[in-house]
Structures are given as structure tokens and as C-alpha cells.
């Protein structure tokens, strides 16, 4: 059985800083990219961020791109994003998302992703 697992959520200022972590099971975790997507109330999914199934090549969203970074420990089988001076526009439900993808180049779309999590909410308050 495949589980994605999201978790460090929560209720936070603006500016504070934030770390998401999603653990999997289930699968052959080495041989997946990973991802992180978000949905904000009213709108439609976007990327986030991406890391290639060795932590070698990572993509980051404009938009979060500068305060935002992934890493993967393959060790644990455990995605993260470390998220630094939160906006408001930050807050939305948080997923993770497995492409199977042995390459150093990572999908940015949702369709290229295998599994997902059920995904952690993330609320930015000025």
C-alpha cells in the first residue's frame, strides 16, 4: 500500500519560517522524483517545488522561489520543504507527489505524478 504522509502544517505569521515533511512507504522511494504542489482556497493546484530521484537537480516555483528549498533523505524515504519569510498568498493545503523518474530532470505538472498525499494545511496570518 502507498502512503504519502504530510505533515508540520499549521498556523503561522507572516515572515516565520516552516518546515513541511512527507514520508512515503510503499514504494521504491529512491526511484522517484518528488514534489511538492499547493492549492490555495478558490484556486486551482500549482507546483511548488521538485527534487530528482537523487536530491541532485531541484526546481523551484517563482513564486517561491529565493525562501523556499527541498531535500529528500532516501534514507527515510522523507521529502521536505523549508519554507523562510511566509506571505500570506503562501497559505493553501500543502501536497507531495511521486513521479517515478530516474533522471535529473523533474516534472512540473500534475499529470506526470504517480502518488499523492492527503496534504497538510498551511495558514499565513499578517
Known amino acids: 500500500q502507498v502512503t504519502l504522509v504530510e505533515s508540520g502544517g499549521g498556523l503561522v505569521q507572516a515572515g516565520d519560517s516552516l518546515r513541511l515533511s512527507c514520508t512515503t512507504s510503499?514504494?521504491?522511494?529512491?526511484?522517484?522524483?518528488m514534489a511538492w504542489f499547493r492549492q490555495a482556497p478558490g484556486q486551482e493546484r500549482e507546483f511548488v517545488a521538485a527534487i530528482s530521484w537523487s536530491g541532485g537537480a531541484s526546481f523551484l516555483a517563482d513564486s517561491v522561489k529565493g525562501r523556499s528549498s527541498i531535500s529528500r533523505d532516501n534514507a527515510k524515504n522523507t521529502v521536505y520543504l523549508q519554507m523562510y519569510g511566509l506571505k500570506r498568498e503562501d497559505t493553501a493545503v500543502y501536497y507531495c507527489?511521486?513521479?517515478?523518474?530516474?533522471?535529473?530532470?523533474?516534472?512540473?505538472?500534475?499529470?506526470?505524478?504517480?502518488?499523492w498525499g492527503q496534504g497538510t494545511q498551511v495558514t499565513v496570518s499578517s
Open positions: 507527489a511521486a513521479d517515478y523518474r530516474l533522471s535529473q530532470i523533474v516534472a512540473r505538472t500534475q499529470g506526470e505524478y504517480d502518488y
Open positions: 510503499g514504494f521504491n522511494f529512491r526511484s522517484y522524483a
